[in-house]
């Protein structure tokens, strides 16, 4: 689980550096039918990991609520396989929901241009707006790492539950 969040923490920086920055074009005069391939799909990998960094962040904290070494090793398992699945629909979900404007008008923007200057505070600005964009998807994911998380629990408890626990007695 510790490399699977590395992993999703190093591409959601990459990913997210390279869509504000527009790296895609210094990849394009390089080598460019990747640097091609690079801007088609950068911000679907923008989008992706932003959202696997959320679920695996909700899978881990709803792994330290579970006691059982067991129960919490296949419940991770099959929450991450589950998230893995969902992780396309999730990302599309997240991605709609992350472009309403929580704001009114441009007080950042203004405020990078007045302290950068124009090109540099427009340049931060965009850097801003693709950072807060991939954290807004991945808070939007977090729930449901923690809910496919829990619904594991659920099955592997219920799963390992005896059956026929014998006569009642009354009293």
Same mark, same amino acid.
């Given at each position: *689980?510790r /490399? &699977?969040?590395? &992993?999703s923490?190093? &591409? ?10 527009? +790296?895609?074009?210094? #990849? /394009?005069?390089l080598?460019?039918?990747f ?9 679907? $990998? #923008?989008?992706?990991?932003? +959202?696997?960094?959320? *679920?695996?962040?909700?899978?881990? &904290?709803?792994?330290?609520? #579970?006691?059982?070494l067991l129960?919490?090793? %296949?419940?991770m398992?099959?929450?991450v396989l ?5 992780l396309?629909?999730?990302a /599309?979900l =997240?991605?709609e929901v ?5 704001? /009114? =008008?441009?007080?950042? %923007?203004a405020?990078?241009i007045?302290r950068?200057?124009? !090109?540099?505070?427009?340049?931060? !600005? ?6 807060v964009y991939?954290m807004?998807?991945a808070?939007?994911a977090?729930p449901v790492? $923690?809910?496919l998380?829990?619904? +594991?629990? #659920?099955?592997? *408890?219920?799963?390992?539950? !005896? ?5 009642a007695?009354?009293k």
């Open positions: *689980m /490399r &699977l969040t590395i &992993l923490i190093a &591409l959601g920086i990459i990913m997210t550096l390279s869509y504000g920055t527009g +790296a895609h074009i210094a #990849v /394009r005069f080598n460019p039918p640097g091609a391939w690079w801007n088609a799909n950068e911000f679907a $990998m #923008v989008e992706c990991s932003a +959202a696997a960094f959320g *679920m695996l962040l909700g899978i881990r &904290l709803g792994a330290r609520l #579970v006691d059982g129960l919490k090793r %296949n419940s398992i099959t929450a589950a998230g893995a699945l969902a396309p629909i999730v /599309r =997240g991605s992350a472009r309403y404007r929580f704001t /009114r =008008g441009a007080p950042a %923007n405020w990078l007045d950068f200057a124009y !090109d540099t505070g427009m340049f931060l !600005d965009k850097l801003l707006g693709a950072g991939s807004k998807i808070v939007i977090f790492g $923690m809910i998380f829990g619904l +594991a629990v #659920v099955i592997f *408890m219920t799963a390992a539950s !005896d059956t026929n626990p014998g006569p007695i009354s």
